[in-house]
């Protein structure tokens, strides 16, 4: 009998797939469901099918898995921002771990012997140094309230993050773990602030209101803490109320900035900023580098487990002295200058104009020299002219977007033949499929998995290559 839409079905949970779902075998039918972990009986509704597989909604854990532990936080089963709460972290990172190396077996066509054991981070939780809150007039209504028979109303200043799948609703966050705890108390306190007060929100569906977002980030070696507050409209009486109010109450905050997005755009970067208190930026430290980060600057999320990730690329790379070294879809240089030291030169290419100029400040922030940046499309700027510019590159780093490398930059580098390749990876399945092709002049030696956020089923991955 064929499995149909809509259908409840019992199955058991037999291991993790990507994206953090468990996946089963319903009459010989693979079966993804999220929130569940590899152990579970479960009820589900299929709500998806397709010709070898189908998606289905947990109904109910008939059965919990040996692993399945209660979440820490509250609004774990509704909140996307931590779909893995229910497993020990011990588990997350086996499951992670597994999935880079099925990745590399089933689509990069390697052995699974050389994806090593993936690397935990220091702290499951309070782990981010940046959080993006959103803010709305319509709160994501309880699983309780929405099979209530009567009306509940949905409107609100909503403080918090949003709901799965949903742009115009936000999860009204009553506690968060993913920062420092000071992250969400200082939340809590501005939500309570523009209530007593009359602050409206940001209507996203009628264009009107005040406040769009908060921005909160915090330095790991150092004491900065940065509140950037996001919104639709410039007025200066009540941003420096509300700041007093936040300083009053945290002292310990360094700066606060006012980013103005008066547009359409549902991003956190306004169309111009006003520095409230302080310097508008926060200072921090990647290895021996330090880093002045502005509000909409790039910094990698989890500073600490960025260090062991520059690490491992590093020790991949083999540096000596006076090596030539490509750092392509550089960002703002951090890994750039982590690798500069034994170099003669090192060359970063990026697309986006403003990390570009971030990546220049922090060379000269930092007095390096021997470091220069490029901006343009990489299939576009890393040509034969670039390598006759600067110098054929003795060992290449590359840390492509989450779509993996352009087919003409894979060709460009089976065409030049670099002795010493790194691969840096966000996402293991487009990553194996470059290793592939690059396979092809190039030997993949090994492959590290290295978890930057705990709690979610996102994992980062590093790849050896030599020269054949």
């Not at 019992?10 to 993790?16: C, F, H, K, Q, V």
């Not at 209530?148 to 609703?169: I, Q, S, W, Y």
């Not at 003409?408 to 002795?419: A, F, N, T, W």
């Not at 487009?430 to 396979?439: E, G, H, P, Q, V």
Request: charged share 30%.
């Amino acid at each position: 009998m064929a499995v149909k839409k809509g259908q409840e079905i019992e199955l058991e949970i037999e291991s993790a797939a990507f994206k953090g779902k468990g996946v089963g075998k319903f009459e010989g039918m693979a079966v993804f469901v999220h929130g569940t972990a590899p152990g579970d009986k479960v009820k589900a509704r299929v709500f998806k099918k397709k010709k070898k597989f189908c998606e289905a909604k947990l109904l109910e854990i008939l059965e919990p898995s040996p692993d399945r532990i209660e979440p820490k936080c509250r609004h774990a089963k509704v909140c996307g921002g931590c779909s893995w709460q229910h497993l020990p972290y011990d588990k997350q990172v086996q499951y992670k771990g597994e999935q880079v190396r099925d990745h590399m077996v089933r689509i990069g066509g390697l052995e699974p012997s050389i994806v090593k054991d993936a690397m935990g981070a220091r702290n499951e939780f309070y782990y981010r140094n940046k959080m993006e809150y959103s803010i709305s007039s319509k709160r994501w209504l309880t699983e309780e309230e929405i099979n209530r028979d009567e009306f509940v109303d949905d409107t609100a200043f909503a403080a918090g993050l949003h709901a799965p799948g949903r742009f115009d609703k936000i999860l009204n966050l009553q506690e968060c773990h993913l920062q420092v705890p000071e992250s969400y108390e200082i939340l809590d306190f501005v939500r309570s602030y523009c209530e007593e007060n009359d602050i409206p929100p940001f209507d996203i569906m009628n264009k009107e209101g005040y406040l769009r977002h908060l921005m909160i980030r915090n330095s790991y070696h150092t004491d900065d803490f940065m509140v950037n507050i996001v919104t639709y409209q410039d007025d200066e009486e009540i941003i420096r109320k509300l700041s007093a109010a936040l300083l009053e109450e945290f002292p310990f905050i360094s700066t606060i900035v006012n980013n103005v997005n008066d547009t359409k755009s549902p991003t956190a970067v306004g169309r111009f900023e006003n520095v409230i208190h302080g310097p508008g930026y926060i200072v921090d430290k990647i290895g021996d580098y330090t880093f002045k980060i502005h509000p909409n600057a790039f910094f990698q999320t989890n500073t600490k487990q960025a260090e062991t990730l520059y690490s491992v690329a590093r020790d991949y790379a083999e540096l000596k002295d006076g090596d030539v070294i490509y750092d392509l879809y550089c960002g703002v240089g951090t890994l750039s200058l982590f690798v500069s030291p034994k170099a003669k030169k090192v060359v970063g290419i990026e697309l986006v104009d403003v990390a570009i100029e971030n990546a220049r400040f922090n060379a000269e922030e930092n007095e390096i020299d021997n470091v220069s940046f490029v901006l343009g499309d990489m299939k576009d700027v890393f040509t034969t002219e670039m390598t006759e510019e600067y110098g054929a590159p003795d060992v290449l780093i590359t840390d492509p977007p989450r779509a993996g490398m352009h087919q003409d930059v894979v060709e460009r580098l089976i065409e030049l033949k670099v002795p010493r390749l790194v691969y840096v990876s966000c996402n293991s399945s487009t990553m194996a499929r470059d290793l592939k092709l690059l396979s092809e002049c190039y030997e993949v030696q090994e492959v590290q998995p290295v978890d930057m956020f705990p709690q979610t089923w996102h994992i980062e991955a590093v790849a050896k290559l030599r020269l054949k």
